[in-house]
């Protein structure tokens, strides 16, 4: 089946600083990559989605490239806002259905 | 246009007793999920419609969960006995035939005591 990885669990940044956050997946199928950010007590919203290779996709400040040869899709921001601070999740869609089979998470924190 | 909504947004319960989740999807969406995202862990998919017809529900525990949508908008899931493991969010989402962006309510946070 489908899996999606994100190998930081906390991320804690000050704030001006670049940030990267890692995703990688695995699938059989052809895909939708999905990055969405949920702040607390809220739901997930959309952040970014791609499913053409090495093709740079943006929103509001954040950037990520999808590549199917390594099958990841790494998340950045060349600075980071206090604003920023929230989860942050990714996810996969295959073309076979219509779920989304999402990361563990990414918990990022920035400080003044 | 309005966002998803549900209800309640808490609920907190002992062992055993019943309980049921209600969401209202975006006007037009014929799809509607529902996901389980228990504490610092991601969302996982327990079940999704498109209309009134259940696509998957192989991630639904069906012997204290049941999930429907009779008339291919609102929805209700229920949990039958609750269990302490039952702790988590449960988030709804919805999304339109032909696009991949799902677009997800508030959520229900559940408390199993």
């Known amino acids: 089946g489908d899996s999606v990885t994100q190998t930081e669990g906390l991320v804690t940044l000050t704030e001006g600083l670049p940030v990267m956050l890692n995703c990688t997946y695995q699938?059989?199928?052809?895909?939708?990559l999905f990055w969405y950010v949920q702040h607390l007590n809220e739901a997930p919203k959309l952040l970014l989605k791609?499913?053409?290779?090495?093709k740079r996709t943006e929103h509001q400040g954040f950037h990520a490239t999808l590549h199917k040869s390594s099958s990841s899709f790494h998340l950045q921001k060349s600075s980071a806002q206090l604003s920023d601070s929230a989860l942050y999740y990714c996810a996969l869609r295959n073309n076979a259905g219509a779920k989304l089979t999402f990361g563990g998470g990414t918990r990022l924190t920035v400080r003044p | 246009e309005a966002g998803v909504t549900q209800s309640p947004r808490y609920a907190v319960l002992q062992e055993g007793q019943a309980v049921s989740f209600w969401c209202d999807p975006i006007s037009g969406h014929d799809t509607l999920y529902w996901y389980q995202q228990p504490r610092d862990q991601g969302p996982q998919l327990l079940v999704y419609?498109?209309?009134?017809?259940?696509?998957?529900n192989s991630q639904l525990p069906s012997d204290r969960f049941s999930a429907v949508r009779p008339k291919g908008t609102n929805s209700t899931l229920k949990i039958q006995s609750a269990k302490q493991g039952d702790t988590a969010t449960y988030l709804c989402?919805?999304?339109?035939?032909?696009?991949?962006?799902?677009?997800f309510g508030p959520g229900t946070r559940l408390t199993v005591l």
């Open positions: 989402a919805s999304s339109r035939l032909g696009e991949y962006e799902q677009y």
């Open positions: 791609s499913s053409t290779d090495n």
């Open positions: 699938t059989a199928y052809s895909t939708f």
């Open positions: 419609f498109r209309d009134e017809a259940v696509i998957d």
